[in-house]
C-alpha cells in the first residue's frame, strides 16, 4: 500500500517568513496530492491540491509543488501570518481506481511567531 | 451551516461499554468516509460508503467496529467491547462521487476509554 512520509514534524517561523513542508511517497500510482490544515479541535480542512499532470499549483500565498520522478510534493506558505498556525497534512491519493482511500502524512505543527 | 457534522464531539466511556456516533454529510455528497486520528498521526482511513452500500473496509476496522448507513444519507459507527487503544478522534469526510478525492471533513469525535 502507499506510505507517505512528512517533514519537519515541527516547524517554527516568524511572521512574514516562508514555511516549507515537504512529503514523499511510495506508490507511483497515486495521482492526486492533497493539503489539509487542521486547527484545534476541530476537523482537517482542504486548502490547496495537485494532480499529478501539473507540477506546480498556487493560490494566493499557499503554493505546491510536485516531482513525480523523485515522488515528492511539497507546500510553500509565504508571508506567513500568525493565523497560518496548525497543524498541516500531506496526503496521497489514486483516483482512478481508489475510490477513497487516501494515505496521510503524520503531520506537521506549523507555529508562526507574532 | 452545510458542512459535515458529527455527534457527539467528546464521548468518555468506559472500558467494554459500547459507543455509538452519527455523521451527517453534506446533503448532495453520496459518498462518506470514515477514519481514526491517533495523536501526533494523520487520519488513517477506515470505511467508506457509496449511498447505502460499504464498498470498502480497513484492516483497521476489527469485528468490535461496524458503520452503517441505512438510508444513504447519515451513518453510525459503532464500537462494541470498548478498548482504552480505541481513544482516538474519529473523523467522517464526504464527497461527490465524480470528486471523491475532495474530501470535507467534519470536526470528529473525541473518544475517550478510561
Known amino acids: 500500500g502507499e506510505n507517505v512520509e512528512q517533514h519537519p514534524s515541527t516547524l517554527s517561523v516568524q511572521e512574514g517568513d516562508s514555511a516549507v513542508i515537504k512529503c514523499t511517497y511510495s506508490d507511483s500510482a497515486s495521482n492526486y496530492f492533497p493539503w489539509y490544515k487542521q486547527e484545534l479541535g476541530k476537523g482537517p480542512q482542504l486548502i490547496i491540491d495537485?494532480?499529478?499532470?501539473?507540477g506546480e499549483k498556487k493560490d494566493q500565498r499557499i503554493a505546491v509543488t510536485l516531482n513525480k520522478t523523485a515522488k515528492h510534493f511539497s507546500l510553500h506558505i509565504t508571508e506567513t501570518q500568525p493565523e497560518d498556525s496548525a497543524v498541516y497534512f500531506c496526503?496521497?491519493?489514486?483516483?482512478?481506481?481508489?475510490?477513497?482511500?487516501?494515505?496521510f502524512g503524520d503531520g506537521t505543527t506549523l507555529t508562526v511567531k507574532p | 451551516d452545510t458542512g459535515v457534522s458529527q455527534d457527539p464531539r467528546h464521548k468518555i466511556t468506559k472500558r467494554g461499554q459500547n459507543v455509538t456516533f452519527r455523521c451527517d454529510p453534506i446533503s448532495e455528497h453520496n459518498r462518506l468516509y470514515w477514519y481514526r486520528q491517533t495523536l501526533g498521526q494523520g487520519p488513517e482511513f477506515l470505511t467508506y460508503f457509496q449511498n447505502e452500500a460499504q464498498l470498502e473496509k480497513s484492516r483497521l476496522l476489527s469485528d468490535r467496529f461496524s458503520a452503517e448507513r441505512p438510508k444513504g444519507s447519515f451513518s453510525t459507527l459503532e464500537i462494541q467491547r470498548t478498548e482504552q487503544g480505541d481513544s482516538a478522534m474519529y473523523l467522517c469526510?464526504?464527497?461527490?462521487?465524480?470528486?471523491?478525492?475532495?474530501?470535507?471533513f467534519g470536526p470528529g469525535t473525541r473518544l475517550t476509554v478510561t
Open positions: 496526503a496521497a491519493f489514486e483516483f482512478n481506481t481508489n475510490a477513497g482511500k487516501s494515505t
Open positions: 469526510a464526504s464527497s461527490l462521487p465524480v470528486r471523491s478525492y475532495e474530501q470535507y
Open positions: 495537485i494532480r499529478s499532470n501539473v
